[in-house]
């Protein structure tokens, strides 16, 4: 898709050299592990701490803030965030609305870090650390921004790390400091850094995506279930990552248990016809190449690209005016919003329905495809039109009540 007026710029290299200096401070200090010297008091603190922020990286800035794949109230979404940024991993708004952008722009020259465009290091830490990405794009992240205490934590990004490695002081000594806070940091960055690097270009190809994600069984263990990388740039919007029964996804195990506890509402599944997919594609052993990816990536930007980009548009001004707007109109404005819901939702089923039809070979894919193509120009134009009315009229009913 084409770079629209809010696309991030082409990646700049340069460097921010007090972030360098941060980032290898921390790779210096959590040498000191090895300093102070062995124990298995210090191991257990390391892993421990580990899995609990993973858990805040992988439930919280990724499914939660970036995805909405599952709903909290407002003083777990807090605990949520804070548990996330005690990985000094910066602000949620800052993580999710760059997440937000890698899925829009995936392995495309918009794409902050894609490793085959722009290099494996680059992509695993390059761009955290250069001058482009410093700042939180709200209008990708609007939807969480209208939460004052979540800007709050963006402004005070580094509050909840430092408040937990005092924790493991005062609990655990240096070996809290230097096992359980600054080894363990280090080894959550990396793991964490591994999925935009390292999954998109080793494992499995399972899904027909148009970018380069893939899927290992190994890097599932080491960042609880966040491996299947190619599955969640297929169906971005499920709680689980894991398709399968056996694609182990310790996140989403704990988030049902937070469901069962009633912590966890809303969460957001695998429909049925995605889950036969990934099935009969592992069955098949069905090798499908990046020759076919690209199809469905030109194909999918062929049948409507002018649309999508005035989708994506509308997209964003309805998200914006939908918080400021009073409940009053919002009920005037119910049935546009009801049927932008049902356009959204058919033309994700078209795409999934293109790449199975890809995926296939003969006659009757090629007609299949064909038919598709011209159904999800239909739905785009209806849906696009949609957008247009709500927005409109979304005007129209503020300025009544601002008169
Ligand atoms: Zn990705
Ligand atoms: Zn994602």
Redesign the pocket.
Known sequence: MAASSTAIPYPNPTLRPAAVFGFALVHVCALGAFVSGFSWEGLLLCIGSYYLRIFGVTAGY??YF??RAFKLNRFWQFCLAFLAQTSAQKGVLWWASL??H??RFSDTPQDIHSPTLRGFWWSHMGWILARDYEETDISRIQDMAKFPELRWLDRNQYLPTMLYAITLYLLFDWNGIFWGYFLSTVLVWHGTFTINSVMHVFGKKVFPTPDTSRNSFLFAILTMGEGW?NN??YY?GSAPQGFLWWQFDPTYYTLWLGEKLRIVKGLRRVPERIREMANGAILANVKIGDAVSEAVSNAIGAAGDHLGERIDRLSLEWEGMRSRIKTSALQKLADLEASRQAGMTHLEELQSDYAQAVSRAGAAAEKRIEEIRAEMEKTKSQLADTLEKLVETARTLSECQTA
């Open positions: 990724h499914r970036s995805h997440h937000r890698h899925h990388h969640h740039h971005p």
